[in-house]
């Protein structure tokens, strides 16, 4: 066994554990060492029993006298034990820890960490941590500062404790340092094992942080050698199709003169550093970044546009049917007067978007025909899609530009095959979740950013507003009225699970009951979830659209955007389940238009701290802001809420330890160039890379 090896096949017990390990990010044996203590319980003061003072925890080692099993008057079980060293006897008292008698008997030295407590005229130490020692007399749950980590249910501190202990021990060899000693000194951090052992055992709680700062640092590290090695493989691989700027320079400003509005500077910006880009011999691969709302979908297509004067075609790629079929309507209306013909490629209904090929198999009959028009085609100059655009049978031969729309919902892996599909094209990767830009650098290395943080002109603020639950029925009274004067309503339904599976779906359809007969009667109301069929979906956008509908009930799948300028209300209830982020997403349904708009948040939540964080959406109105109050506030896991698919998140950095980042992408940026001289630290960024190419 070592530490490469799955905890699958490291014996029966880890086995039998591997499920809930995973839960912990713990999936071979090498990953308990990475599994840091949360914090550390201070038993490191042994004190002799004579000496022990009542208050104090310490840490007493003497021999069993005698340990006994006894039973209180209302059978509550109880442990009672007399230890003694040279100085004195104490008593000792646990509750309801039946094994206890078999686990120590009469003559073990043992250690005991706890409270010390008054009991009548004598001391007693009250359910303390317990070991038997062996021969060496040193313990690793007591007598020390010891380890608590993240646990889940059935796993223990104590039993990950043992796990770490062991292989600090068995497997010292293993554990080589892979950073160049000169390094390390230079950065005066501990050495790999000093570390590990550190972090798990330490000498001292300033030891301890010393310890995870380089731990911290490794994993940061590591993260970016490995994105710039598939960077630096992807383009070297490949020429790049230099696309001619220049020559189309006048065409592409008669696009921009027929646009309904005049582009922000931000999008021009961002316009020009894409144009550079693609002007080069390798392949583009950049991140634009902006806030609902900011217009990234005009700078995709232009970008595309451009693509097609030169001759080549393009795939737009979004995370679900609804947007893609969105996106293929704005596409059309904007580029088809300027001869470019734009297709549609989805799948099935499902939105499930983790795994691409099911999600090509199951495609319908009906798609049939399509397919083969799209196999090898030439018909189209533009493609969007779902995933199904990942299928082998979508071929595009001139394939010379894509673009991910909404890309923190991809994997890196489908990002891959993507990639792959036409011979090298230029990858526009959009994102609409704000991520704070110190968070994209440590996600994506090298990956170059383009920033939208500017909102076109005549936006209104949304009024946003945490409505009380005595408060429902005047919600709703007011907006009736407002549908009287015209405006239309979004209604978001609790957040169930991940996927729109059919328990959300029920959810979704009782409360669309529920409102229609008792609350709105007089309303025409529509309903909206991800497992309806596709042409049921376009069916009822369009009628929200054109006004047939005056209020949409929906799962959180309209979280994505959606674009119907019309609505300007949207209520979500359950608004506890959400990220601010992903309500800040939701809120961004409206407020597209230059009318007022307003977002109602419900919650059945009485937490002072619920309230807190969604009381942040009223006076917030900034998307990267409300990410960074989420990651303070809940911790970056929840940055995302639970949208990620494929990103493996930081375990041991903290997305907020700024200079750390910095450091450790210098030192990257560094040692990439020498890579190859150091074969242990290429094995690391492997190791990397295949976890980040399969998470989880
Ligand atoms: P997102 O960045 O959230 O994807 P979209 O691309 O969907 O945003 O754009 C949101 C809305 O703003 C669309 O209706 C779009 O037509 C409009 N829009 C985009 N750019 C501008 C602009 N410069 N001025 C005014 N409206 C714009
Ligand atoms: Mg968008």
Request: hydrophobic share 40%; aromatic share 8%; net charge positive.
């Amino acid at each position: 066994m070592n530490l490469q090896t799955p905890l699958t096949e490291a014996g029966r017990v880890y086995k039998m554990y591997a499920k809930r390990l995973e839960k912990l990010g713990i999936s071979t044996m090498g990953d308990f060492l990475l599994h840091i203590p949360s914090r550390y319980d201070d038993f490191s003061l042994i004190s002799s029993i004579d000496a022990v003072q009542p208050g104090e925890v310490v840490t007493i080692q003497g021999e069993v006298l005698e340990i006994k099993n006894e039973f209180t008057k209302r059978y509550k079980k109880l442990q009672r034990a007399k230890i003694q060293d040279k100085t004195g006897i104490i008593d000792v008292l646990w509750f309801n820890q039946m094994y206890l008698t078999s686990a120590m008997h009469a003559g073990d030295r043992i250690s005991l960490s706890g409270r010390v407590e008054q009991q009548g005229r004598g001391l007693m130490l009250v359910s303390p941590t317990y070991e038997v020692l062996d021969a060496t007399g040193k313990g690793i749950h007591t007598g020390r500062l010891v380890p608590i980590y993240p646990e889940t249910a059935g796993i223990s501190s104590k039993w990950l404790r043992k796990q770490a202990h062991m292989l600090l021990h068995d497997n010292r060899e293993e554990i080589r340092e892979y950073l160049p000693p000169e390094e390390v000194k230079q950065l005066g951090m501990y050495d790999y094992y000093h570390a590990l052992s550190q972090v798990h055992f330490p000498d001292s709680l300033e030891n301890a942080q010393k310890a995870k700062e380089r731990l911290a640092f490794d994993e940061v590290f590591l993260i970016q050698l490995a994105a710039k090695q598939r960077r630096s493989a992807w383009q070297q691989k490949l020429k790049g199709k230099r696309f001619n700027v220049i020559t189309f320079e006048k065409r592409v400003q008669e696009f921009f003169e027929k646009l309904p509005f005049t582009l922000t500077h931000a999008q021009k910006r961002a316009i020009e550093e894409i144009f550079d880009d693609v002007a080069k011999d390798q392949p583009m691969n950049r991140l634009l970044e902006g806030d609902v709302g900011s217009g990234k979908t005009i700078v995709g297509a232009t970008a595309m546009y451009l693509a097609y004067l030169n001759g080549f075609q393009s795939m737009l790629m979004a995370p679900t049917q609804i947007l893609a079929q969105q996106h293929f309507q704005t596409i059309s209306q904007l580029l088809e007067p300027f001869g470019v013909r734009v297709g549609l490629q989805t799948g099935n209904s499902k939105s499930h978007i983790t795994n691409p090929k099911s999600q090509i198999k199951s495609s319908g009959q009906k798609q049939k025909k399509n397919w083969k028009l799209d196999i090898g085609n030439l018909k189209f100059d533009i493609l969007v899609g779902t995933h199904a655009l990942l299928s082998e049978k979508v071929t595009l031969d001139r394939l010379g530009f894509v673009v991910i729309d909404e890309q923190q919902r991809f994997g890196v892996e489908q990002r891959a095959i993507i990639r792959e599909k036409g011979n090298n094209p230029h990858l526009l990767t959009m994102t609409a979740t704000p991520i704070p830009r110190t968070v994209a650098l440590a996600l994506y290395g090298d990956l170059d950013v383009s920033l939208l943080d500017e909102m076109p002109k005549g936006r209104l603020e949304i009024k946003t507003w945490l409505v009380p639950p005595q408060k429902r029925d005047g919600a709703y009274t007011w907006i009736e009225k407002q549908v009287k004067t015209g405006d239309q309503i979004f209604i978001v339904c609790p957040f169930i699970e991940e996927s729109e599976n059919m328990t959300t779906v029920k959810a979704a359809t009782v409360e669309f009951e529920r409102l229609k007969k008792t609350v709105f009667p007089h309303l025409k109301l529509a309903m909206l979830h991800g497992r309806m069929k596709a042409k049921e979906k376009d069916t009822i956008l369009e009628g929200f659209r054109n006004k047939t509908y005056d209020v949409l009930v929906a799962t959180p799948v309209v979280e994505v955007g959606i674009d119907i300028p019309s609505a300007t209300v949207i209520l979500i209830e359950a608004a506890d389940r959400f990220g601010l982020s992903q309500l800040h997403q939701l809120r961004g349904r409206v407020g597209r238009g230059d009318k007022q708009s307003y977002c109602l948040l419900f919650t059945e939540s009485r937490s002072p701290e619920t309230a807190k964080r969604l009381k942040a959406m009223e006076t917030m109105h900034n998307g990267a802001a409300l990410a960074e109050l989420d990651l303070h506030m809940r911790g970056a896991g929840e940055l995302y809420g639970t949208l990620q698919h494929g990103t493996r998140w930081l375990k041991i950095a903290s997305f907020s330890d700024f200079t750390l980042i910095e450091k450790a992408k210098q030192e990257a940026q560094k040692l990439f160039p020498k890579l190859s001289e150091y074969p242990l630290l290429m094995e690391k960024v492997k190791e990397v890379n295949i976890k980040q190419v399969n998470p989880d």
